[in-house]
């Protein structure tokens, strides 16, 4: 392996971000899995990976635009709580105004009061119990930045992840990186290109 310059790759911890045993409201699937969106801020989806440390966890939180397929907001903690799934929702409406529809998994963090609270005048969307496919964007999203980013790194502390995986979404996956589902834009290209894929 040595003369072939080949290393070998460590096996991942899996960290479950998903508790739905809980008692609060859920909302039906309004989604349906209809990730082709016409209009920007028509649909966010959202999710929270975990990014291992050698501190520990850090739990990434995103909401992307379903349209342009952009990271409209983004929060990272070292707790897995409502704040973050807020703070990731803020960002975006910070930046770019309030959704019609937000879809997630049935989590403890979207079920709670704090992140219904945020959502004022949007519809909420929930996955099916248990099934990913649902939530396919996001999903798909972290399996992108884990292969190309986080799984060819050891961090050995949470602010050097944090660094590393805000440079990866501001700097090269919104800006840079190109989609076979935008025409081969990046998501900002295709977003000042006023949705029309090349």
Not at 85 to 99: E, H, I, N, Q
Not at 130 to 137: E, I, P, R
Not at 176 to 195: D, I, M, T, V, W
Request: charged share 25%; net charge positive; proline share 2%.
């Amino acid at each position: 392996m040595r003369q072939q310059g080949l290393k070998p790759q460590r096996k991942r911890k899996h960290k479950n971000t998903t508790d739905s045993k809980h008692r609060l409201p859920v909302s039906d699937n309004l989604l349906a899995r209809q990730f082709h969106q016409t209009r920007r801020n028509a649909v966010w989806v959202g999710d929270i990976t975990y990014i291992d440390t050698q501190e520990g966890w850090l739990y990434l939180a995103v909401f992307i635009d379903l349209h342009s397929r952009r990271v409209v907001g983004w929060s990272m903690s070292d707790r897995l709580t409502a704040d973050i799934a807020v703070s990731a929702f803020d960002m975006g409406t910070g930046r770019f105004g309030l959704p019609e529809l937000v879809h997630s998994d049935r989590g403890v963090q979207y079920a709670s009061m704090d992140f219904r609270n945020r959502l004022k005048k949007c519809k909420q969307s929930m996955s099916e119990k248990g099934n990913c496919w649902d939530n396919a964007v996001a999903e798909s999203f972290f399996s992108t930045l884990k292969s190309e980013l986080v799984h060819r790194k050891t961090y050995r502390s949470r602010k050097e992840a944090e660094l590393d995986v805000f440079a990866y979404i501001e700097i090269f996956y919104n800006k840079q990186r190109l989609h076979s589902a935008l025409g081969y834009l990046s998501p900002e290209e295709f977003a000042q290109k006023g949705g029309i894929a090349a």
